[in-house]
C-alpha cells in the first residue's frame, strides 16, 4: 500500500476513534492499536496533524496516539523481553514479558525533520502536545542525535513573527523543563553547556518582553494587546527559570542568573499594582498572577539548589516578603497564592540548612554558612518577630467568612484534612506550618507573646461577639500548634481543668466554634503534657460532644481527639472501662449519620484504635457495628478505600470477640473472597489488608469450617503474585495447618506440593526459611504422613545441603526438615535415601556419610536451642544403628549430642525446654486460639516432651546391647576423654 492509500486509511481509522458510538470507536481503537507497531505509521500521523484543515479532534488524536508511540517505541535499544523485579521475597526472572519495536532510524530522522519545520500551529490545546512531544524525543536523542533541534528553536524565537515566536518558545521551554531533569553526570554536563550558551539572549529576550508589555500598560485602550506579550514574558521566564537552577554550578557562573534574582524584586513590585488595576479581566488577571508566582519560584528554587550563592538575597527576601504579608504595604495587593509563596520563602530560608552553624559556631567550617546565620538572626530582631507573630495569629488564623459558610453548608467536606503538602499550596496549611516552623526555631523570644495573648483571650466571651469568638479560636489554634514547644512553660493540667472545662459548657449555637477549637487542642496536648489522672474527666468531657445534638464539625473533631487518647503510650484500658459503652455508642450513630466517604473513614479507624486498645471487652458493644458493616460494604462498592477501612475495622473486630468470630463468617468470608481475589480489580487496594483480615480469623476461629477451607482456592494466585503480602501468606497456611490440619491437607497438600517445590527455586533466603517453617509445621503435626506428600520438596532439600548450600539461616532450615524426618519417620527417611541415591549417581551409604558431615560440620548454623535440639535428637537416634556409615561416625555424632546438652540443660542437668500441660498458662487477655492450638503441639513435639538427656542415655545403652559391652567400649573409646567425662556427667 502506497503512503498517499495508507494515509486515507488512517485518516478514517482516526476519525472513526473520535466517535461516541462504542461499536464504531472500539474496532478503530483496536485497529490503531495494532498500527503502532508498523514502519511509516508515525509519518502519516505527522502528516495528518500537521494538516489543519483536518478535524480538529482528528488532529488531537494523531498527535495523543503519537506521543504514546513515543513512550513505547522510540528508544533504539528497548529490549525484547522486560524483566520485572518484585519488591517481595520472590525474584521470579520470567515474569512480564512485553515485545517492544523501536521505529526504525529512518523513518525517526524523517519524523525529527519534520516535527520542527515549522512551528505555526494555531490552536492551542494541539501545539502544547506537541512541544510536549518534542520535549520527549528530545530526553531521549538531543543533543546527540538531533543537535539542530536548539538551534532551530533558538532562530524561530528570534522570528518577529508573533505566532511563530510564541509556538517555539513553548517547545523550548518543555525542551528545557525536559533535559533539566535528567540527573546523570553527562546530561547533567550537556545541560550546563546549554544554558551558558543560550541564557544571557533568553534574559535580556524576558527583559525586552517585560519592557514591551509595561509600556502597553500605560496606553489607554491597549487591553486587548497586553496579552500576547505578557504570554511570552511567561513562557521565557519559564525557560530562563529551568536554565538558571539547573545549568550553572556557582554563583561565579552565573551572573546573568544572579541578574534574574536581582530583578524578581522590582518586577513583582510592578506587577501587583496591576494586578489590582486588571481585577476586571479575568485573563489578564489570571496570567498576571500566574507570572507573579513565577518570580516567586525563581527565588525559591534557586535558595533549595544554591543555597550560598542566594546569600546576597537572604535579606532582600525577607524584607520583601515581610513587608508584603505582615505590614499594610501589602493591603489590597496581596492574593492567596503570592501569600503562600512568601512565607514559603521565609520558611525555607529559616529551615535552610546551609544557614545553620554547628551549635559551637566556630566550629563551622564553611564561613558562608557564618555570614547567612547572621543575616538571618539580624532581621529576626525581638520586634520583627513579636510583629509577625502577632500579625499571623490575629490577622492569617482567624476564621473567614467564607470558611463559616463552608462549615454551615458542608460540615464534613469543611473539616475534611488536606494533609500532605497542601502547605505548599493552600493558605491555611501554610500559615499554619509557617507558625510552627517559626516558634520552633524563635521560641524563646515567641513564647511570651503567645502567652500574653493566651491571658488576653481566655476570659469570658459574649456568644454573639463572632469577632472575639474567631480570635480566641486563632490563639488556641496556635498553642495547639505550638503544644512541643510550650512543655516547660504552661502547666496544661491546671488550664484545662480551670478554663478549657468550662468553655465545653457553653452550648450557644456559635460558641460551637470555640467547642471544636477547645477539643481539638485537647487533643494536641494529650501526648505531650496531660496528667493519666485527669484522663476520666476528659472522656467525661468528649463524650457530650459526640452526641446528636451537637454540631457535626465538633462532633468529628471530638471523634479525632478521642482517637488521640486511646492510641495514646499513657492510655489505660481501665480508666476508659466506665466510657465505654457510650463512646462507642455514639461513634456508631456518628458514623451512621455521615455521608462522605472520607468521613467514614475517620470514624471507623477511632472505631478501630477503641477496639483494639480494650481487646477482648468490646464484645458486649458490637452487635449493633456487626450489623451496619455489611450494610456500608454494599454501599462503598465504588469506594475502595472506604473498604479498607472497613476491613482494617474487622481485623480489630475480629480479634476483639475472639473465637466469637465464628459467628460473623456469613459476612466476614465473602470479604476475605472478594479482597484476595486477584482477578477482581479493586484486589489492588484491598488485598494488603484482605489477606491480614484472613490471617486473624484463622488465628482466632475454633475449627474450620467448608467455606473456610474454601476461601484457599485464592492462595494459589496470591502465592504466584508474589507481592509483599507473601510472608502473611505463609503465615495463613501454618494456620489452616494447626485449625483443620486433617481437612486441609487431604483437600489441599497435592496443590501446596506443587507451588511450593516451584517456588523454593523462585525465592530469595528469607522467602525460602518461611517455606521450610510452613512444611516443617506439617511434619509437626503429621510425623508420619506429611513427609510422604512432599518427595519434590524434599529431594531439594537433600540435594541442596549436599551441595553445601552457603547461607547459614537456609542451611539450619532444610537441616531441621531432615532431622524430622529422621527423627519422628526412621523408616521413610531410609526409603527416601535409597531412592534419592540413584538420582546421584551414589550408593545410598555415600549419600547418607556426606549427609551426615555436612550436618554435623555445620551445626553451628542452627542458633535456636529448639532446632539444636531436634538435631541432637535426631543424630542419637542413629547411635543404636550398626551401619558401617553411621558406626564410622559415632564419636562426632556424640560430640554433637554433648554440645547441644550443654545448651538445653540446667546445671542440675534438667532439660529446659520441657513442657507439660501443667506448666502455667500465660495471663494474656489477647491470647488467640490459635496460640493455645500452637501450645498444644509444642506439648506433643519431641523437643519439648522428650529429655535429650534421658534419650540420648537411652540410646547409648541400646547402642551397648547391640555392640555388646567390647564393641560398645571399643566405640567409646574412639571419643576424647574430656568429651567423655562430660558426656558421664549428664547421664550418670
Not at 494515509?7 to 462504542?22: F, G, H, P, R, Y
Not at 519488591?87 to 517492544?100: K, M, S, Y
Not at 513562557?235 to 536554565?243: E, S
Not at 516443617?776 to 529431594?795: C, G, I, K, T, Y
Request: hydrophobic share 45%; glycine share 4%.
Amino acid at each position: 500500500m502506497d503512503f498517499a492509500t495508507a494515509s486515507t486509511v488512517v485518516l478514517e481509522t482516526l476519525t472513526k476513534a473520535t466517535s461516541q458510538d462504542q461499536t464504531i470507536l472500539k474496532p478503530a481503537e483496536q485497529q490503531l492499536k495494532q498500527w503502532e507497531t508498523q514502519p511509516g505509521f508515525y509519518s502519516i500521523l505527522v502528516s495528518i496533524f500537521s494538516n489543519h484543515a483536518i478535524s480538529l479532534n482528528v488532529r488531537w488524536l494523531a498527535v495523543l496516539y503519537f506521543k504514546n508511540g513515543v513512550d513505547r517505541y522510540w528508544r533504539r535499544t528497548a529490549p525484547n523481553l522486560m524483566i520485572k523485579e518484585s519488591p517481595g521475597l520472590v525474584r521470579r526472572r520470567a515474569a512480564t514479558i512485553n515485545e517492544i519495536y523501536a521505529i526504525p532510524e529512518e523513518e525517526k530522522n524523517q519524523l525529527r525533520k519534520h516535527l520542527i519545520a515549522n512551528f505555526n500551529e494555531p490552536v492551542n490545546q494541539v501545539a502544547t502536545q506537541l512541544s510536549v512531544l518534542i520535549a520527549k524525543i528530545a530526553r531521549v536523542d538531543c543533543p546527540r542525535a538531533w543537535p539542530e533541534l536548539i538551534p532551530t528553536l533558538m532562530e524561530a524565537v528570534k522570528s518577529p513573527e508573533v505566532l511563530l515566536q510564541q509556538r517555539a518558545l513553548l517547545t523550548l521551554h518543555h525542551v528545557t523543563k525536559t533535559l533539566a531533569s535528567k540527573r546523570l553526570a553527562g546530561d547533567r554536563k550537556i545541560f550546563q553547556e546549554l544554558a551558558g550558551s543560550i541564557f544571557s539572549f533568553l534574559y535580556n529576550l524576558w527583559n525586552s518582553h517585560m519592557e514591551t508589555f509595561l509600556q502597553l500598560v500605560t496606553t489607554p485602550g491597549n487591553t486587548d494587546q497586553l496579552l500576547p506579550p505578557l504570554e511570552r514574558c511567561l513562557l521565557t521566564l519559564k525557560v530562563c527559570r529551568k536554565l538558571a537552577v539547573h545549568g550553572f554550578t556557582s554563583a561565579e557562573a552565573m551572573p546573568d542568573a544572579m541578574a534574574l534574582l536581582n530583578a524578581t524584586y522590582p518586577r513583582i513590585k510592578s506587577l501587583l499594582p496591576l494586578r489590582k488595576d486588571f481585577s476586571a479581566h479575568g485573563q489578564l488577571k489570571e496570567k498576571l498572577e500566574k507570572l507573579i508566582i513565577l518570580l516567586t519560584k525563581v527565588l525559591l528554587d534557586m535558595l533549595e539548589y544554591h543555597s550560598l550563592a542566594f546569600l546576597p538575597f537572604i535579606r532582600p527576601s525577607l524584607e520583601f516578603s515581610v513587608t508584603y504579608v505582615f505590614t499594610e504595604a501589602g493591603e489590597g495587593l496581596l492574593f492567596e497564592r503570592f501569600i503562600v509563596q512568601c512565607l514559603n520563602l521565609v520558611k525555607a530560608i529559616i529551615r535552610c540548612d546551609a544557614y545553620r552553624p554547628a551549635k559551637e559556631i566556630s566550629e563551622t567550617k564553611e564561613p558562608a554558612t557564618i555570614e547567612a546565620y547572621k543575616i538571618k538572626m539580624s532581621f529576626f530582631t525581638c520586634a520583627t518577630l513579636t510583629e509577625i507573630c502577632t500579625r499571623l495569629i490575629l490577622q492569617y488564623f482567624p476564621l473567614t467568612e467564607e470558611d463559616l459558610q463552608a462549615w454551615d453548608a458542608d460540615a464534613e467536606d469543611y473539616i475534611t484534612d488536606e494533609g500532605g503538602e497542601s502547605w505548599k499550596f493552600t493558605l491555611r496549611p501554610c500559615v499554619e506550618v509557617f507558625f510552627m516552623t517559626l516558634f520552633h526555631e524563635f521560641c524563646e523570644t515567641l513564647t511570651p507573646c503567645l502567652l500574653q495573648m493566651v491571658q488576653t483571650v481566655q476570659g469570658p466571651v459574649n456568644p454573639e461577639d463572632v469577632r472575639a469568638l474567631l480570635q480566641k479560636d486563632a490563639v488556641y489554634n496556635a498553642l495547639g500548634l505550638a503544644s512541643y514547644e510550650l512543655y516547660d512553660v504552661v502547666d496544661f493540667d491546671q488550664w484545662f481543668q480551670n478554663q478549657l472545662l468550662g468553655e465545653l459548657q457553653c452550648k450557644h449555637p456559635r460558641y460551637k466554634i470555640i467547642r471544636r477549637r477547645v477539643i481539638w487542642l485537647i487533643g494536641q496536648w494529650i501526648g505531650v503534657k496531660f496528667s493519666v489522672d485527669l484522663r476520666p474527666l476528659m472522656y467525661e468531657a468528649i463524650l457530650p460532644l459526640l452526641g446528636a445534638e451537637e454540631d457535626l464539625v465538633v462532633r468529628i473533631t471530638a471523634a479525632n481527639t478521642l482517637r488521640i487518647a486511646v492510641d495514646d503510650f499513657e492510655f489505660k484500658s481501665e480508666q476508659f472501662m466506665p466510657y465505654l459503652e457510650r463512646s462507642f455508642s455514639l461513634l456508631f450513630h456518628l458514623l451512621q449519620q455521615v455521608s462522605e466517604c472520607d468521613t467514614k473513614m475517620q470514624v471507623l479507624h477511632v472505631l478501630s484504635f477503641v477496639i483494639e486498645r480494650v481487646g477482648s471487652q468490646i464484645r458486649p458493644y458490637v452487635s449493633s457495628l456487626v450489623q451496619y458493616l455489611p450494610m456500608l460494604w454494599e454501599e462503598s462498592a465504588e469506594h475502595n478505600m472506604l473498604r479498607c477501612a472497613i476491613i482494617t475495622t474487622l481485623i480489630h473486630l475480629v480479634q476483639g470477640v475472639g473465637p466469637l468470630c465464628m459467628n460473623l463468617f456469613p459476612f466476614l468470608l465473602p470479604v476475605i473472597q472478594f479482597s484476595t481475589d486477584v482477578t477482581q480489580p479493586p484486589h489492588v487496594y484491598l488485598m494488603e489488608d484482605g489477606v491480614d483480615l484472613w490471617h486473624v480469623t484463622l488465628q482466632c476461629a475454633t475449627s474450620v469450617t467448608p467455606e473456610l477451607l474454601q476461601l484457599f482456592n485464592n492462595m494459589p494466585a496470591l502465592l504466584e503474585l508474589g507481592s509483599e503480602t507473601l510472608r502473611v501468606c505463609f503465615s495463613i497456611v501454618d494456620s489452616y495447618v494447626l485449625l483443620g490440619p486433617a481437612e486441609f491437607l487431604q483437600t489441599y497438600s497435592g496443590m501446596l506440593h506443587a507451588i511450593l517445590s516451584d517456588m523454593m527455586t523462585d525465592l530469595r533466603p528469607e522467602g525460602i526459611t518461611h517455606i521450610c517453617r510452613v512444611v516443617e509445621n506439617m511434619f509437626r503435626v503429621f510425623p508420619v504422613d506429611a513427609p510422604q506428600l512432599f518427595p519434590d520438596l524434599l529431594s531439594h532439600v537433600f540435594k541442596a545441603i549436599l551441595d553445601g548450600e552457603e547461607l547459614p539461616q537456609v542451611m539450619s532450615m532444610y537441616l531441621v526438615l531432615v532431622a524430622r524426618v529422621m527423627l519422628q519417620n526412621n523408616a521413610y527417611f531410609f526409603t527416601f535415601l535409597s531412592s534419592l541415591a540413584p538420582k546421584l549417581g551414589q550408593q545410598p551409604g555415600e549419600v547418607l556419610g556426606t549427609l551426615l558431615d555436612i550436618w554435623m560440620e555445620r551445626l553451628d548454623c542452627i542458633s535456636q536451642p529448639e532446632r539444636r535440639k531436634l538435631s541432637a535428637l535426631a543424630l542419637a537416634s542413629l547411635l543404636v544403628s550398626t551401619e558401617k556409615v553411621i558406626v564410622e561416625r559415632f564419636n562426632a555424632i556424640v560430640n554433637c549430642c554433648v554440645e547441644v546438652l550443654h545448651d538445653v540443660c540446667r546445671e542440675d542437668y534438667t532439660d529446659i525446654l520441657l513442657m507439660t500441660e501443667n506448666d502455667p498458662q500465660p495471663e494474656d487477655e489477647m491470647e488467640m486460639e490459635e496460640d493455645r492450638r500452637r501450645r498444644q503441639l509444642s506439648i506433643k513435639d519431641p523437643v519439648h516432651s522428650v529429655s535429650l538427656r534421658d534419650f540420648v542415655r537411652a540410646k547409648l545403652q541400646e547402642c551397648q546391647q547391640t555392640h555388646g559391652q567390647d564393641g560398645f567400649q571399643n566405640l567409646m573409646d574412639t571419643i576424647d576423654c574430656e568429651i567423655q567425662e562430660q558426656l558421664q556427667r549428664f547421664i550418670k
